[in-house]
């Protein structure tokens, strides 16, 4: 069975947009990635670490643990051995209480996957490979989520380009989450559940290609 681990935020972690709600695991892209994956036989398994809140490699002044970077080489240490990683996150690093741009975001993405491929683990095991993924462009923050990303629409343009950079740099494979769906347009941040199902399936195609 092939092993593949999702590092993200709340917009895998599943929450519904507009509330404190999470989706069902069948509901969230992880889960219809794994459903698509195995349409045809059981043989993988996603097994998802996703934190709202997380940033790329920043902290939250308010919440603790919300730094990407710290503790990522032990995440791959624990469920090792792995058929890939797939990394999405920056949408949290546009936060209002942040100054970062996308380019600050794409050198958090950076680190991150230095530290995966140099995370400590068992002798013969393989470094995983890194299936970078876009999040979403934030659109007009609404409802109660509002102030915490204020501005963020702003901060976050250009980010496929400057993760593409990375990509291409780190020679990891690339997915833009905005060539499949939009952010919510609820909240204007996260994912609805048909936008989950949409993402998964895609992810499900892509990710079958490069594991073949």
Not at 27 to 53: F, H, K
Not at 135 to 143: D, E, S, Y
Not at 157 to 173: D, F
């Amino acid at each position: 069975m092939k092993q593949i681990l999702v590092y993200s935020d709340s917009l895998t972690w599943g929450i519904i947009p507009s509330t404190r709600e999470r989706l069902e695991f069948d509901d969230r892209w992880p889960g219809v990635m794994e459903n698509r994956l195995n349409e045809q036989s059981t043989a993988y398994r996603v097994i998802e670490n996703c934190l709202n809140g997380r940033r790329t490699a920043w902290d939250d002044p308010y919440k603790p643990g919300r730094n990407g970077l710290q503790g990522v080489g032990q995440v791959i240490e624990m469920h090792s051995p792995l058929a890939l990683v797939i990394l999405m996150l920056g949408t949290n690093d546009f936060q209002s209480m942040h100054p970062h741009n996308a380019w600050h975001a794409a050198q958090g993405v950076r680190a991150l996957i230095s530290a995966i491929r140099e995370a400590p683990i068992e002798p013969g095991m393989p470094v995983p490979p890194v299936l970078l993924v876009t999040p979403p462009l934030i659109q007009t923050p609404k409802g109660p989520i509002a102030p915490k990303f204020a501005g963020g629409e702003v901060k976050c343009q250009g980010l496929a380009q400057e993760y593409e950079i990375i990509a291409r740099e780190l020679n990891c494979p690339l997915f833009d989450t905005s060539s499949v769906t939009p952010s919510s347009a609820v909240d204007g941040i996260h994912l609805d559940k048909d936008q989950h199902h949409l993402l998964g399936k895609a992810l499900g195609d892509t990710v079958r290609k490069l594991l073949a």
